[in-house]
């Protein structure tokens, strides 16, 4: 190997995603890059120019340009750029050129996709640019694995392989092995056929209990021809057949042989990680006290389900209301309990306090209603605070008479707001305009809501304020592509997952959604709206949501990471944390974010950009 290409080795493989490679691979790419010398100002791709090579700036700076002269990305060293080229046919879609002298190394498309192809890890970050995709990458995150009790497999609740003992065993020897290998069943067998199993229940009631000498064999114990269940089963019904016969041990098959043994407390353990039976709990709770009890389950959840959180929030709501109705007996009025902010976009982490508002019917009157409704709302409000949905630090919640008034002085607020968008009422926008029914009368909110986007629809003057505040939330990467740190305190080194990160994309959701009168307040299914709308286009829609995914995954896993440590939770990342796969594909979902930025700020003709 030549001194050069081993420079160009060394190089490659101190950039990612190349420094995911195997060395035989890496040494591949070495001797297959070719290398160019631009000088500034020298065009390297234009609209409909046809690209057979992957571009990495070895020195220098390249920009890439839309046709209409938009900038899009600046790539300095280490960057490759060319990467949607090559991935839709070859054909370059923007200006490419270089503004300074700059060095690049040029890998041919035949072996681009030979790595692609050999290498997954590999393949993900490059599919990040090929819009729509960088769910792969959240897959490839998560070890391509999903958890959901209903449709989990028993094969995935295997810990171990089987404990056996021969038949012709005594009952000494079985239970010896039950001992050393720390199991509670043994399965007996017969050359390689399963014959029967062994519990402790069984050396109890058919050993002790009865004196029967431990010399003796095993098969005269043992409970022959046990139920099976098969590795592709579904977990809950094994638990099922579990519960209908009264077994707590279910030998596992995989055709015809046998692989494993799964326990009642091993289903047991993983239904409580699950949202529905943790739901199920907080339903059926008969006092308030219960609830924080099994509020406290909530960060085993965000270890295994970091989709369902707001789940579990919902359920403790309404439970909570159902208990406050209880207590304090029957309305006396309509009413409608909304979530707000994250409960109310379904959006919440481990790290949410409560945003919650009533609309109460236009019949209210305070004199005769106000005593319910502030001792049913402060009932609400507390029962969630003590379950972990810590008060709102600017008291929006219903316990605050702010923010629990009738119907028509609800509509009066927003029309207020829409009116005269100054920031405080955008600030209460970004809160207000994420409802969602949790409880009660849903003709109440459903009126409400209608009017609210009949007043928002097309109204370009409160969206371009609503624009301008959502470019407020700058993503936390600079022109080359690398973080923005903060320094100091408590923020030393980090950037903000959630206010630079998450609050980017769902405010540009909101807005888009806006403007096309989408009652929409998911972000994920704004962004669907909105690009069905044609408000945005489907594949910048489909970007944020990848976008939004990975980041919020990134977000959830830091979180999960600090509960596991005994550390409370926050939004705040070092990339140390990372490895150099998350690294590359989060600064991919920040520079879709600033892109979106860049094109809501065009529309709306904002000078920031």
Same mark, same amino acid.
């Given at each position: 190997?030549?001194?050069?290409?081993?420079?160009?080795?060394?190089?490659?493989?101190?950039?990612?995603?190349?420094?995911?490679?195997? /060395?035989?691979?890496?040494?591949?790419?070495?001797?297959?890059?070719?290398?160019?010398?631009?000088?500034?100002?020298?065009?390297? =791709?234009?609209?409909?120019?046809?690209?057979?090579?992957?571009?990495?700036?070895?020195?220098?700076?390249?920009?890439?340009?839309?046709?209409?002269?938009?900038?899009?990305?600046?790539?300095?060293?280490?960057?490759?750029?060319?990467?949607?080229?090559?991935?839709?046919?070859?054909?370059?879609?923007?200006?490419?050129?270089?503004?300074?002298?700059?060095?690049?190394?040029?890998?041919?498309?035949?072996?681009?996709?030979?790595?692609?192809?050999?290498?997954?890890?590999?393949?993900? %970050?490059?599919?990040?640019?090929?819009?729509?995709?960088?769910?792969?990458?959240?897959?490839?995150?998560?070890?391509?694995?999903?958890?959901?009790?209903?449709?989990?497999?028993?094969?995935?609740?295997?810990?171990?392989?089987?404990?056996?003992?021969?038949?012709?065993?005594?009952?000494?020897?079985?239970?010896?092995?039950?001992?050393?290998?720390?199991?509670?069943?043994?399965?007996?067998?017969?050359?390689?056929?399963?014959?029967?199993?062994?519990?402790?229940?069984?050396?109890?009631?058919?050993?002790?209990?009865?004196?029967?000498? /431990?010399?003796?064999?095993?098969?005269?114990?043992?409970?022959?021809? /046990? *139920?099976?269940?098969?590795?592709?089963?579904?977990?809950?019904?094994?638990?099922?057949?579990?519960?209908?016969?009264?077994?707590?041990?279910?030998?596992?098959?995989?055709?015809?042989?046998?692989?494993?043994?799964?326990?009642?407390?091993?289903?047991?353990?993983?239904?409580?990680?699950?949202?529905?039976?943790?739901?199920?709990?907080?339903?059926? =709770?008969?006092?308030?006290?219960?609830? /924080?009890?099994?509020?406290?389950?909530?960060?085993?959840?965000?270890?295994?389900?970091?989709?369902?959180?707001?789940?579990?929030?919902?359920?403790?709501?309404?439970? !909570?209301?159902?208990?406050?109705?209880?207590?304090?007996?029957?309305?006396?009025?309509?009413?409608?309990?909304?979530?707000?902010?994250?409960?109310?976009?379904?959006?919440?982490?481990?790290?949410?306090?409560?945003?919650?508002?009533?609309?109460?019917?236009?019949?209210?009157?305070?004199?005769?209603?106000?005593?319910?409704?502030?001792?049913?709302?402060?009932?609400?409000?507390?029962?969630?605070?003590?379950?972990?949905?810590?008060?709102?630090?600017?008291?929006?919640?219903?316990?605050?008479?702010?923010?629990?008034?009738?119907?028509?002085?609800?509509?009066?607020?927003?029309?207020?707001?829409?009116?005269?968008?100054?920031? *405080?009422?955008?600030?209460? &926008?970004?809160?207000?305009?994420?409802?969602?029914?949790?409880?009660?009368?849903?003709?109440?909110?459903?009126?409400?809501?209608?009017?609210?986007?009949?007043?928002?629809?097309?109204?370009?003057?409160?969206?371009?304020?609503?624009?301008?505040?959502?470019?407020?939330?700058?993503?936390?990467?600079?022109?080359?592509?690398? %973080?923005?740190?903060?320094?100091?305190?408590?923020?030393?080194?980090?950037?903000?997952? *959630?206010?630079?990160?998450?609050?980017?994309?769902?405010?540009?959701?909101?807005?888009? =959604?806006?403007?096309?009168?989408? =009652?929409?307040?998911?972000?994920?299914?704004?962004?669907?709206?909105?690009?069905?709308?044609?408000?945005?286009?489907?594949?910048?829609?489909?970007?944020?949501?990848?976008?939004?995914? %990975?980041?919020? !995954?990134?977000?959830?896993?830091?979180?999960?990471?600090?509960?596991?440590?005994?550390?409370?939770?926050?939004?705040?990342?070092?990339?140390?944390? !990372?490895? &150099?796969?998350?690294?590359?594909?989060?600064?991919?979902?920040?520079?879709?974010? *600033?892109?979106?930025?860049?094109?809501?700020?065009?529309?709306?003709?904002?000078?920031?950009?």
């Amino acid at each position: 190997m030549t001194t050069e290409i081993v420079e160009v080795r060394e190089f490659l493989g101190q950039h990612h995603p190349f420094d995911l490679l195997p /060395p035989a691979s890496l040494s591949a790419a070495a001797n297959a890059v070719e290398v160019a010398y631009v000088r500034k100002g020298g065009v390297i =791709a234009e609209p409909g120019t046809h690209l057979d090579h992957l571009y990495m700036v070895r020195s220098g700076a390249v920009e890439s340009h839309s046709p209409d002269g938009h900038l899009l990305s600046r790539m300095g060293e280490g960057e490759c750029f060319g990467v949607r080229a090559m991935l839709r046919g070859g054909t370059a879609a923007n200006r490419t050129f270089t503004i300074e002298d700059t060095l690049l190394y040029m890998l041919p498309r035949a072996c681009f996709d030979a790595l692609r192809r050999d290498h997954p890890a590999f393949a993900y %970050f490059f599919a990040a640019f090929n819009g729509g995709s960088l769910g792969a990458s959240i897959d490839s995150a998560l070890g391509g694995k999903t958890f959901d009790m209903l449709s989990r497999r028993v094969g995935d609740l295997l810990a171990r392989p089987p404990v056996t003992v021969p038949v012709e065993a005594s009952i000494r020897e079985a239970a010896t092995v039950m001992r050393d290998e720390r199991v509670s069943a043994a399965l007996v067998v017969e050359g390689e056929a399963l014959v029967g199993i062994l519990t402790d229940r069984d050396l109890r009631g058919k050993v002790v209990a009865a004196g029967v000498s /431990p010399d003796q064999g095993v098969r005269g114990v043992m409970s022959p021809a /046990p *139920k099976e269940v098969q590795a592709g089963d579904l977990a809950f019904e094994a638990l099922l057949m579990m519960s209908r016969h009264n077994i707590h041990h279910l030998p596992v098959m995989n055709n015809g042989r046998l692989v494993g043994c799964l326990t009642a407390s091993t289903v047991v353990a993983a239904q409580t990680d699950s949202p529905l039976y943790l739901a199920r709990a907080i339903h059926g =709770a008969t006092a308030a006290t219960e609830l /924080p009890r099994l509020a406290a389950r909530l960060p085993q959840v965000i270890s295994h389900m970091v989709e369902i959180i707001t789940t579990i929030t919902d359920a403790v709501t309404h439970a !909570l209301i159902r208990l406050a109705e209880a207590e304090l007996g029957p309305p006396p009025i309509p009413y409608a309990w909304l979530a707000a902010g994250s409960q109310g976009r379904q959006e919440q982490t481990a790290l949410s306090d409560q945003d919650n508002c009533l609309i109460l019917a236009d019949s209210y009157v305070a004199a005769e209603h106000g005593a319910y409704f502030d001792a049913f709302a402060r009932f609400v409000n507390d029962g969630l605070n003590a379950s972990g949905y810590v008060y709102c630090p600017g008291e929006m919640m219903a316990c605050t008479p702010e923010w629990r008034q009738p119907l028509a002085v609800w509509k009066r607020r927003f029309r207020e707001w829409i009116l005269e968008p100054e920031p *405080k009422a955008l600030m209460l &926008s970004c809160i207000f305009f994420d409802l969602r029914l949790i409880a009660g009368t849903a003709a109440l909110w459903e009126e409400l809501q209608r009017d609210i986007l009949g007043q928002t629809e097309q109204n370009r003057i409160f969206l371009a304020h609503m624009a301008a505040n959502a470019m407020k939330h700058e993503p936390p990467i600079g022109f080359f592509r690398g %973080f923005v740190l903060s320094y100091g305190g408590l923020q030393d080194h980090t950037f903000d997952l *959630k206010h630079n990160g998450v609050v980017p994309i769902v405010d540009l959701a909101r807005v888009h =959604a806006l403007s096309v009168g989408a =009652a929409a307040v998911n972000t994920q299914d704004r962004l669907a709206a909105a690009a069905d709308a044609k408000a945005i286009s489907r594949q910048g829609a489909m970007d944020l949501k990848d976008a939004l995914e %990975f980041i919020g !995954l990134t977000r959830l896993r830091h979180q999960s990471r600090q509960i596991r440590d005994g550390k409370p939770a926050d939004n705040l990342l070092m990339p140390k944390e !990372l490895s &150099s796969f998350e690294r590359g594909n989060l600064k991919s979902a920040f520079q879709v974010v *600033k892109d979106m930025q860049a094109s809501l700020a065009s529309v709306y003709q904002l000078s920031r950009f």
